[in-house]
Structure formats: structure tokens, C-alpha cells
């Protein structure tokens, strides 16, 4: 079997209508595919005013806006209605590929399952460790267990690092999991796109040490932490700025907490590109990422990196040489541990210029048309398994 044999039907919780790192992934790997010759259809909720336009044929599935407080903005999948399933039956794939573990992608999985059809699951970020920002850690083992009872229906995972990739396999979540890493466009994150005027417009001097936050401002990304940390600084009066770069839920909060933070909200593009290069560390403390593009795209802006040491960073960040990584804790050691490994960065130009320049390097390595192949490879050799069974 070829690639222009493959017929996919790639269900997504969040394909276009609020941009996040997993769906910008999903939307080059649909461009990939149909450059390739395969066909491709996407399933997934549709709104009026979407975030981006689509890549590929879009196909609309119930859905009701997110029950959680601070996600509004996201909505949840319901399943598949009599339309979507006709035109799914109709379209006639030989791949189902799942990337959110939602009603509509277990409706997906049970479909393909009666037609026969091999199922791929691709992990976005760790569900099991979100109950924890809203107050309900308790239901953690119950959502990995879910989760486990689920990945174990497909034939395959594939994940974007392989520190998630042992994780998921600690877990029990399946034995077949392969790496569909993350690229970096290097026309848009590069040390050139750094911006002094820019800087200076938006407060910051030039002699500053910007830290940087880079992502959705939801409480699961680690917005406490970074303000523990930042708090932290201040009370050792150690130089810095903090540079807050993103929109969400949780930015009247984030305000508040770091008061004096230049916040200068949703960027994309080469406008995103100035931006994160024109700081001049990058602090990620999130624990949820399976890979963390933001921290990937800092990198090859020429930003030392302080990263909890979780799944994601752990497997991009390498500890002494392009940033530090930080044990993460349930206790306010984190962010005191987080403080510690920012404040060289801040008093010392040499090695922030070091650490910088190694992970600029690092970052070259990672070209998008090869690792979406990667997931390609993947089907294709799903396929050839049931081919051979049948």
C-alpha cells in the first residue's frame, strides 16, 4: 500500500476554532497528507467564527460548549450524529486516526471497529493531571483509567516525546506507541526576529531580562507556579521583567499576580515570532504537556529554557546546556526551585547568551515534512497489520 491509498478520517475535539499547539499540529500534518495524495476527511465541532480557517474538508459533529469553569471557550463533542455518519460511510476510510478521547472520538472508535477499520490515537496533553487545577485531583485515577480502557481500543498511539511516550507505557495505556514529534518554522522563530524597538514600545529597557510566558492563560498551564517563581524573585530582589505573551480565562488572575507584567496578549505569525525572540528567557512550568511547541519555538528563538522536568520538556530541554529543568511538586518547593534555576539567567549575560545559542542549535533538527512522515509510516503499517490478518 502507497500513501495515495490511504482514505483517513481524523477526528478532532478542536481542529480550527481556537488555536492551540495541538491542532496547529494536526492542520500541517492535514497539509502533509494531501501533498502526499492521500484523502482526508475531518471530523470535528464547527463554529460561525472559527480561529483559523481549516485545512482539508471539514465535517461538522454535535457539540455544546466545555461544562468547566474557564474553558468556555472550547466546546465539547457530543458524538455522531445521522449526518456525520453517513457522510463518514459514504467517504469510506481505511484509517481512523483520533486525537481527543471525547464521546465523539469513542463513537469513532466504536464505528471503526464494527467496519473493521485500524485505529491510530495521537496524546495532546496529559487529561488525567486537569481535574488538579479545579480542585478535583481526587478523580485522577478514575480519568486514567478511562483513558486506559480507551487507548487500549485503538491498535496504535502515536506521542509526541518519548519521556510521554514512557509515561503512557507506565501507565499501561497501550505497548504500541511511536513518536510524532513537532516542528518549528524557522521563518517565523529565530534569534533574528528579535525587536528592540519593540521592546522598548512595550516597556521594556534594553539592558531588561524579560522572562517569558508563552501560551493559553488557563490555570492548567501553570500560571500559579510562574507566579510563585516571579514572586519568589522579587523577594531575593533578583533583575528581571516578565513578558506574558497569549490570551485566556485566566488573564484577569494573571494580572493581578504579577503586577507590573507586560502583557501583550494574542500574537501569531512573525508578530508571534518578534515577540517570543525579543525576551530573553523562556519559563514553561506546565506539567500537562506531552511535548510543549511553545517551549520548541523558544528554543530556536535563542532563549534559554527553565521547563518543568516532565514529559515534553524533559525530552527537548537539556538540563546545564540549553536551559534547566526543574523536578515538579505539589509543594511550593516547585516554585522556589523554579526562582533558583531562573536567577543565573537573570545576573548572567555570558551564560544566558550560552544556553541560548546551544538550544538555537538543538532546535535546527526538527523539520516538519520528516516528522510527519513518521505519522504516515504509522499508517501505513497499521494498514499492512490488517491486511495481513484479513
Known sequence: M?????RIALFSGNYNYTRDGANQALNRLADYLLRQGAALRVYSPVVEKPDFKATGDLVGVPNVRMPVKGRGEYRLPLGLDEKARRDLAQFAPNLIHIASPDPTGHAALKWARKHDVPVLASVHTRFETYPRYYGLAFLEPAVEALLRRFYNRCDALVAPSQSQIDELKSQEMHHDISIWSRGVDREVFDPSRRDMEWRRANGLNDEDTAIVFLGRLVME??????ADAI???RKRQIPHKV???GDGPARGWFEKALPGGTFVGFQTGRNLGRALASGDVFFNPSITETFGNVTLEAMACGLPVVAAGATGAASLVKHGETGRLVPPSKTDAFAKGCAEALAPYCTDDALRLAHGRAGEMAARAY????INQ???NTYLRLRSQRSAVT
Do not use: R
Open 221 to 226: 498551564k501553570g500560571l500559579d507556579v510562574f
Open 243 to 245: 513578558l506574558v505573551i
Open 231 to 233: 514572586v519568589e524573585l
Open 367 to 370: 523539520s516538519w515534512d520528516a
Open 2 to 6: 502507497d500513501v495515495t491509498d490511504l
Open 374 to 376: 513518521a505519522v504516515v
